[in-house]
């Protein structure tokens, strides 16, 4: 082993930072070899080895020999591929050795560098490298400093603009700009380039320029053309990559697939202010006499010190400062009085807002309103400068819409037009470049001031308010402007229509516009630029092979997406594209290629110098070529050969045209012939045609050449050729070819332009006639396949060679498709680009980039003359394109031409019918899908009064016809004609141009849909139309076939039919097919005659699907009498009406429900008559559809006739019958109107004693015409229409009139606003209760007494005056805002009304309302009582068709039920009438009663002691019913699509009254159980969570229901839950969903109840004293015997969960109770046989209780007894007595310190004190004060004066005494259950656990007595007198069995008594348990008749028993006698 071997064997035991730092150079090399393959095998980043390596390379890189340095930078990469982000710790050292040492070095040195360098970047150490890229741009040596910009330029081209920041790149740019070194400046340029990608030209611009020189910025700028599209990163920093390992694992297989980042995130926008530092400008300002200069009197020293401020704060960021004073001098400036200064002003704040941005905010709010003054300036200079500022205040954030508003307003009120308009113009701006939004947020405020302006006087004004509305439409859509809009005029509301239609602006691109950005990602990605000077050169540097192998996955997907998509196509289409231009190839190259193929003899004969010798060897060669076999493989070799032997300098004419017939021999032959050898051919050739010799095969050539590669290419070639080349034969002779490929080939091949190009440009421009006139034969030529359109693109040729033209198109006459090409071409179809032939083949140009956003912009201009202007510009780009267009970008130009046609200039829209009319001449077929359905509006330009008008639109269809079809024009011309608009002369004008159209065609079967408007117009006024109409049928009639004809006829009816038919005559074919088909003849009878029998035939045809007879058929000549009484006959024994298969709601759900009135239009018409025919018996639909009014009236008479016996059919079909009257509303005869008049009156009056009311959709239907047309101009009608309104009124619901009378208020006509006038006042008058909700719509009345018409205004005070007698001074209230003016006539009328009301003493106005408000409080009761059995009548049997159907279940009911006193009453005023509004109006008339409510409980909960919530109290339960009966009408019309306004106010109320425990309590039980049952059914119902804020509403409920269930009556929650668990009524469901069965839904429903029954046992210990426990377990006593045992064991075992909470109920409640919960069985039938289920589950629970030590089971039968439990443990019994009695005396002395219960308290301790008499209560008041106990101790006095003398608290009521009499036996009674006998035997053994519910009394007070002793021997019951005095009261304190069974029969009796005497018992208030302590109850129990003397009596004993089971059997016999409970 050597020396050194050695030396390095011992090294690598050193320590790597003694190796990496040996002194031997082989050591260091061989340990960064081993370092890098170390970091190599390193997998996790988190390795510690990583931490020791990383200090390392600071001193390996700067190493001193050149091969280790390149080692330890490939260590130091192996490192950062290894390592993660936290190597970026040692970035700044390292980074800083590398630039000092290693970019001076190698170039694989410095290569390795750099990608050292863009590893750091990828492991986020940005800061560090830029920071060493700041000091290697510094380097000396020029060498080092181009590598260091190459390296920033790779960063940032890889990294992006995101990860590199380009702001500190831009700082370093400029002084690499000047260094003396070319290379950094190329560098620093391609860098400079590369920021322009990321971060765009102009900042890069701005920012730099100013520091270059004038060289380098035009280079730069010519080298910025270059620069397109945006740049996208390529690639991601590490921990980046780290999250798509996935992704890009996908990619390797299956080629690009573009990442999330690539794909959706478009380049950051860097803002070029964040690239700049702020400058500071105030002090530089301080310093340059700013502040004297503003000071001064020369105007021009003031400018001077501005012109200062405005250079300073030119700089694109200013430094926050305090500029306060400066904007304050500013402002002085803007006003003063020379122009130039405050225009300086004014740019300097422009200025100052953009520099300083955010910080110059509050200074703009302070100078706008200044600003906004002074535009009303009128010098540009000014004004520009004002728009200016005030755009840029806005760009640069300063201002925002939401500032501006109020300045806003301010200005748009100036007195000045200026100021308004260019105020709004502003706004406008703002809007269109705020977000979304900040516009969403804002527009409420600034669209009521915009709508203020299109009222201005000045059009300037209004423009800018419809631009400001449209801008605002077009970011926040048309949905949120809707409601302010309604109150525009059609005129405005279309104008602004337009406007917002011209702002759309389709996007251009298209789906496939991503395609070219992934192509050029990926084209990007395949090239490595290695240098940033690369940027300069415009070609990429080629691939190297390392990058061929990354970019190859690239390369793949492209393939394989490519043959996945060629496949379908075909094969070829995935060839690559042939190589066209052929390589150099020397002539032994191609000997050695030739090798055999020709022999030796003939090239070295062609290459002789003797011409006979080439003329030979060309022979032999020809010979040779003409026998090979395989000549196509040989082909280009060959033709090579020819063009180098001889080749093309022949001289020898006979070799020539040798040569040239072998070349043609090869093209003919081959199966393919190369385009290379064409080009190799082509010059020579083109040369031989020159000359004349050679002439006819080099044409021949060419021609074979066309033949195999197609004539375009050929074409494509020549042209270069013949115009470069010297010789002027060969142009000329060049074109004579050309001449004869066109007629051999045709143009499909060819692009026309470049040939008609060429012609113009060379051909015609040539000073050689021979060459001009091949010219002028060439494109004469071309004139036969292409048409006259050529014309068009040679426009500007010469007038002398025009004329030489036309003489040519002339001998050359258009073939158009009859042109056929002579010759074929045999290449594939797929390598030529064919065009289509004939007219369209002639090029078109794509003029979308000319069709510019402000040329669109400025056709919506508010001057004429830019529209003018703009509508011009248009017409000269179609000229510009020789009016040959594409259709790209043209769908935005017609948007706005289509605008111009309603232009208020009628110049402008003939103009611009004239540019419609060009458009689509230059368009073509295409001008159909782009127009956007203009032809529409095109029409209608034909209602034009000018003639002039109407022809300029004639001259635009004829030129629309150009270019479409009829047929594609046939839909909009039809309905065109049907438009009323378009007026006679219009309607004249289209028939004569559509009968002069069809006269040029022979056969078109679209023309049949024209028949049926042409027809219609057989009956038009005007007979011009007429005549016109006529011609038109007999033409369309001529044009259209046979069939087609007939089908149409099978679905005509009416007027129409009769009149084609009429015109059919001519036509015997037709007669003779309907005379086969069964149908009437109509031969030669009358016009009328035809009429009758045609619509009758098609009637039966109809209704032959009802298996009517058709046996009309009347032979031909009958006449009209005969035919008429036929047809009559025929169909009588029929039904008048078809109702069987009538669907009403289906018809009603197409009904649009509007206020408003619109005419009906045709499709209406239509649907009517089908519906007509369908549904009514012919002879009755055929009277009603005649065009005859006298025909109609004999229909109304038939129905008239009919009314009486089929109303309910009428009913059914009522909705077809109103919209027949409504059309007839809508014509003009008046004998039929009048007609229809006399009948409506009886039709209502026949549906009001049907007691049917008109449905929603019938009154949407017919009260909107009939409100409209009331204000007809002939009296007689409008006096029958006013009556038939009013009767309407009566028996319909004014509530559903009264909007379509307000919107008839709105109307136009003067008559029919006065007739609703006088129709509110009516309804006001009679019916002011049902619309007391909408009283503030009288404001709409009160406006119209500023009406000009006199008659209004009379109307209007009329009603007003009306209203002030029903409301008094209340009408002020509704009357809203109103002049000094009309307040003053107001007051005038009044006082006129109190004058007359005194004359026919009827009072004061508003008297009689208020005397009804006084007599319906003092009978409130009554009138609670009379609305309570409302609501219980309303909640009965008529709930369920509420939730069915709410709109036809009120019928009469709500009115009927409305108290009669109330009929005149208006507004809700107070209580009493609210709750009538809210009971008996409709959901939304009673939110007003609601309201009322509201405001009353809030009143009340505010003074809780008051007498107001006494007299709430009263009133609560009445409240709730009207509101949960209310419940379910509001949810049901919420759901029809309504608002959920009432909804909302219902459950509101509820929760206002149910958050009060006064009000909550006072509610009944059986109100509480309709409350419950409905919030629980619209919890569960599917359809709330649709509604209207349905969230919100599930919400509400669900926070109602749990208020309820804390605040109500506890017992009664329990009573109604527990009674809910049962299955519910089918009846009170909803619809059933298609899915679910009413089992699942009482699934859910019982789970509901299962969960608020668990909430209220939750907290039942703590409330076990609030709730009456015998009421409890009776409901559940009562549902277990429902349900039986079997049922209840079968549901055991099923664990049904109603069962399971009802036992848990139960559980619970013997778990507080113990045992004494058998004192409260006193409502529980407990000696019934069998035994009631619930004891024998009580017994149950005991046990249960007791085995778990909470009770002790004793005695037999496991019952429990209560008693003494001092014999088993004294000590602890008495603790326990003793601490619950003081607990119970704590409770009671809090009551007695509260002033609402201190009587009560006192009440309680003085029971305590009879009770237990030895307890000492003032001990447990030793830190009272003396007051109190002495107050006490006179209260106790007190109450035992009370009792003595027999009476209780005021506060408490007595209870009143049994009936003597009943007093029946029954011996049938077995003995009763064991209820808490106490004898002391059974309480030996007792032990009561000490719990707080089971209150035991201390041993002392249950000291044995004779009394108690008595017990021991029979089972006994006890009777307490709990409130009476006891010394004057006697009780039973132990009997025997005989006077047991005498309390049995007592019982029995008073149980019987209370079935039979109280048939509503069960709808009385259950009293509460509670309650019945407080109760007296002083009753003697009468002994059987044999015990009567043997009364045992007391001495004061006091059982030891629970307070609440004192006895289970008193409570019971208390009941009994109130006749509480029903018979068992």
Known sequence: MSEEEKLLKDAKKLPWEDRLLHKNWKVRNEANIDLASVCDSITDPKDSRLRDFGPLFKKTVTDSNAPVQEKALDALIAFLRAADADAARYAKEI?????????????????????????????????????????????????????????????????????????????????????????????????????????????????????????????????????????????????????????????????????????????????????????????????????????????????????????????????????????????????????????????????????????????????????????????????????????????????????????????????????????????????????????????????????????????????????????????????????????????????????????????????????????????????????????????????????????????????????????????????????????????????????????????????????????????????????????????????????????????????????????????????????????LCLLGISERVADIKTRAHAMKCLTTFCEAVGPGFIFERIYKIMKEHKNPKVLSEGIVWMVSAVEDFGVSHLKLKDLIDFCKETGLQSSAAATRNATIKLLGVVHKFVGPDIKGFLADVKPALLSALDTEYEKNPFEGASAVPKKTVRASESNLSVTVGGLDSLPREDISGKITPTLLKSLESPDWKVRLESIEAVTKILEEANKRIQPTGTVELFGALRGRLSDSNKNLVMATLTTIGSVATAMGPAVEKSSKGILSDVLKCLGDNKKHMRECTLNALDSWLGAVHLDKMVPCITLALTDTKLGAEGRKDLFDWLSKQLAGVSDFSDAVYLLKPACSAMTDKSSDVRKAAETCIN???????????????????????????????????????????????????????????????????????????????????????????????????????????????????????????????????????????????????????????????????????????????????????????????????????????????????????????????????????????????????????????????????????????????????????????????????????????????LQIVASLTAERDGEIRKAALNTLALGYKILGEDIWRYVGKLTDAQKSMLDDRFKWKVREMEKKKEGRPGEARAALRRSVRENSSDVAEQSGEVSRSVSGPIYSSYRKNYGHSELQMDRQLVPQSLAGVNGPTDWNEALDIISFGSPEQSVEGMKVVCHELAQATSDPDGSAMDELVKDSDRLVSCLANKVAKTFDFSLTGASSRSCKYVLNTLMQTFQNKRLAHAVKESTLDSLITELLLWLLDERVPHMDDGSQLLKALNVLMLKILDNADRTSSFVVLINLLRPLDPSRWPSLASNESFASRNQKFSDLVVKCLIKLTKVLQSTIYEVDLDRILQSIHLYLQDLGMEEIRRRAGADDKPLRMVKTVLHELVKLRGAAIKGHLSMVPIDMKPQPIILAYIDLNLETLAAARMLTSSGPGGQTHWGDSVANNPSSGTHSADAQLKQELAAIFKKIGDKQTCTIGLYELYRITQLYPKVDIFSQLQNASEAFRTYIRDGLAQMEKNAAAGRTPASLPMPTPPPVALTISSPDFTPLSPVHTNALNDAKSLNVKSDPTNFNLPPSYSEDSRAINALTSSRGFTSENSLGDQRNERFITGVTSGTLDAIRERMRSMQLAAAAGNPDAGSRPLMSMNDSLNHGFSSQIPHASDRSGAENTVQSGVLPMDEKALSGLQARMERLKSGAIEHL
């Open 95 to 679: 980074c800083d050795a590398i630039v000092s040492k290693c970019l001076t070095g190698r170039p694989k040195t410095v290569e390795k560098a750099q990608a050292a360098f863009m590893l750091w970047v990828e492991l986020e150490a940005v800061d560090a490298f830029l920071d060493a890229m700041e000091k290697g741009i510094k380097n000396k040596v020029a060498k080092a400093v181009v590598p260091a910009v190459d390296v920033m330029f790779q960063a940032l081209s890889d990294f992006g603009a995101k990860i590199v920041p380009p702001k500190r790149i831009l700082k370093m740019l400029p002084e690499l700009f000047d260094h003396q070194d070319q290379n950094v400046r190329a560098s620093s340029k391609g860098l400079t380039l590369e920021l322009c990608r990321w971060i765009g030209k102009d900042p890069v611009k701005s920012i730099l320029f100013e520091k270059m020189r004038d060289t380098m910025k035009k280079e730069l700028e010519a080298e910025l053309v270059n620069v397109t599209g945006t740049a996208k990163p390529s690639r991601k920093i590490r921990s980046e990559q780290d999250k798509e390992p996935e992704q890009e694992a996908m990619s390797e297989v299956v080629g690009p697939v573009p990442t999330a980042e690539s794909s959706t995130d478009a380049p950051p926008e860097i803002d070029e202010y964040e690239l700049v530092d702020p400058v500071d400008i105030l002090t530089p300002l301080e310093k340059s006499g700013f502040w004297d200069g503003v000071k001064a009197t020369k105007w021009s020293e003031r400018k001077d010190a501005v012109a200062e401020l405005t250079k300073f704060a030119s700089t694109k960021r200013i430094a926050p400062g305090d500029f306060t004073e400066v904007c304050r001098t500013l402002k002085k400036l803007i006003t003063d009085v020379n122009i130039a200064v405050a225009v300086e002003a004014i740019q300097a704040i422009g200025n100052l807002a953009s520099g300083l941005r955010l910080h110059f905010s509050g200074s703009s709010r302070f100078l706008l309103p200044v600003l906004l003054e002074k535009l009303k300036e009128k010098k540009p200079t000014l004004m520009e400068s004002l728009t200016q500022t005030l755009q840029a205040m806005h760009r640069a954030g300063c201002l925002n819409l939401v500032d501006i508003v109020e300045d806003v307003r301010t200005a748009t009120k100036n007195k000045v037009p200026l100021v308004r308009s260019l105020t709004l113009n502003w706004v406008t701006f703002c809007t269109e470049t705020s977000n979304k939004a900040v516009v969403l947020k804002v527009h409420k405020d600034y669209v009521p001031i915009f709508m203020e302006c299109l009222n201005d006087m000045t059009p300037e004004v209004r423009d800018a308010a419809f631009s400001a509305l449209a801008a605002i439409a077009k970011l926040v859509g048309m949905r949120p402007l809707e409601r302010s809009l309604e109150k525009l005029d059609d005129v405005r509301r279309k104008k602004l229509s337009e406007m917002i239609m011209g702002h759309e602006v389709v996007p251009v691109q298209t789906s496939g516009g991503s395609v070219p950005s992934l192509e050029l990602q990926a084209s990007e990605g395949a090239f490595v630029r290695k240098s940033a000077a690369s940027m300069l050169t415009g070609k990429r540097p080629v691939q190297a092979a390392p990058v061929i192998k990354k970019g190859g996955s690239i390369k793949s997907g492209a393939n394989k997406k490519s043959d996945g998509t060629g496949q379908l196509k075909s094969s070829k289409t995935i060839e690559a594209p042939e190589d066209v231009e052929p390589a150099e190839m020397g002539l032994e190259e191609i000997e050695r290629r030739l090798g055999s193929l020709l022999q030796l003899e003939i090239i070295s004969q062609l290459k002789s110098t003797i011409w006979k010798e080439r003329l030979e060897a060309i022979s032999l060669l020809k010979q040779q070529v003409e026998g090979l076999q395989e000549l196509d493989q040989s082909v280009e070799i060959l033709i090579r050969l020819l063009c180098a032997l001889p080749g093309w300098s022949e001289k020898n004419v006979q070799v020539q045209q040798q040569v040239i017939e072998v070349i043609t021999y090869i093209a003919s032959t081959v199966t393919k012939f190369p385009k290379k050898c064409v080009v």
């Open 1035 to 1337: 033409e369309i009639l001529r044009v259209s076939g046979q069939e087609t004809i007939e089908k149409i006829l099978k679905d005509m009816h009416g007027p129409a039919l009769a009149l084609v038919v009429e015109r059919l005559k001519p036509y015997g074919a037709f007669q003779e097919s309907f005379e086969s088909a069964k149908v009437m003849s109509v031969g030669p009878t009358s016009k009328s005659s035809s009429r009758v029998g045609k619509s009758t035939s098609n009637g039966v045809m109809k209704h032959g699907n009802r298996t009517m007879p058709s046996r009309a058929i009347v032979t031909k000549g009958s006449k009209t009498e005969s035919v008429t009484s036929v047809q009559d006959i025929a169909v009588q024994s029929h039904a008048l009406f078809y109702v069987k298969d009538s669907n009403k709601e289906d018809r009603e759900r197409m009904v649009v429900r509007r206020f408003k009135f619109e005419e009906p239009r045709l499709e209406q018409i239509q649907d009517l008559e089908n519906d007509m025919m369908r549904y009514l018996r012919e002879d009755l639909h055929r009277r009603l559809l005649s065009t005859d009014f006298k025909k109609q009236v004999e229909g109304l008479e038939m129905l008239q006739k009919a009314l009486p016996s089929l109303a309910k059919e009428i009913i059914e079909v009522l909705d077809v019958l109103l919209r027949w009257f409504v059309l007839q509303f809508c014509k003009s005869n008046t004998t039929c109107l009048l007609k229809v008049l006399e009948f409506l009156p009886e039709l209502f009056d026949t549906l009001k004693d049907e007691a049917y009311s008109l449905t929603e959709s019938e009154a949407a239907i017919f009260l909107p015409c009939l409100i409209e047309k009331s204000g007809h101009n002939i009296e007689k009608v409008r006096e029958k229409m006013r009556e038939l309104t009013k009767q309407i009124v009566t028996i319909c619901s004014a509530s559903k009139s009264f909007p379509y009378i307000l919107e008839g208020l709105r109307s136009k006509n003067n008559r029919t606003r006065i007739e609703c006038v006088d129709l509110v006042g009516f309804i006001i008058d009679h019916h002011g209760a049902e619309i007391s909700g909408q009283l503030k719509s």
